[in-house]
């Protein structure tokens, strides 16, 4: 098994690297959150791997963090999830934003994904929620974030990272009687003050 590599870029794809690790180049597929952070060729990379082997040849999928790389491990986990698809959906948001809208079971901004249906969104929620609440240690900001998942989505279309949207919607006051557009007021005056 290839844990992990660590080299020198030497050609970059849309979704792939290649990394030379002493004199022997690796073709890796990635996220768009690593390959994002890759940079430029001739710069070396640490990544964490997972290696898949089947009857039609052997792929190679690295990932910046291992956090990132135990997220999609556990996404291929699911019946019906391929390596490919669990890609997708680490390109289409970052792993943070994922492991929470598996956590607080949001099937539709997983059916925003190409490629993930109805169905399969289901059996993501129905198979990963436990699991991925205890490894991603869920805290207080995912318990803020319920109920206002609207407002996260503003934030984030407005540019800010979810983490930053994710702690702005945890900083809004406890009471329920808030109307959408005063929650938004609140969490960029948020932003303000920092």
């Known amino acids: 098994m290839i844990a992990g590599l660590k080299g020198t870029v030497e050609a970059v794809g ?16 990635l996220p768009t959150s ?13 990544l964490n791997t997972f290696l898949q082997i089947r009857e039609d040849g052997m792929a190679l999928y690295g990932f910046g963090s291992a956090r990132e790389l135990a997220l999609f491990q556990s996404l291929i986990s699911v019946s019906g999830i391929g390596p490919r698809l669990g890609l997708a959906l680490l390109s289409a948001m970052d792993a943070e934003q994922l492991a929470a809208a598996i956590a607080r079971g949001d099937e539709d901004l997983l059916t925003s994904v190409p490629g993930v249906g109805k169905k399969t ?17 869920i805290t207080r900001e995912l318990e803020a974030v319920q109920g206002n998942g609207d407002v996260l989505a503003a934030l984030t279309s407005l540019g800010y990272s979810v983490a930053e949207a994710t702690r702005a919607v945890a900083s809004l006051p406890a009471s329920g009687n808030l109307d959408l557009e005063e929650k938004i007021k609140l969490a960029l005056k948020y932003f303000g003050e920092k």
């Open 121 to 137: 969104a289901s059996r993501i929620v129905l198979e990963l929620k436990d699991k991925i609440g205890k490894e991603w240690m």
């Open 14 to 29: 849309s979704n792939w690297v290649i990394v030379d690790v002493g004199g022997i180049s690796f073709q890796v597929f």
């Open 34 to 46: 690593t390959l994002s952070s890759i940079g430029i060729i001739g710069k070396e990379v640490k």
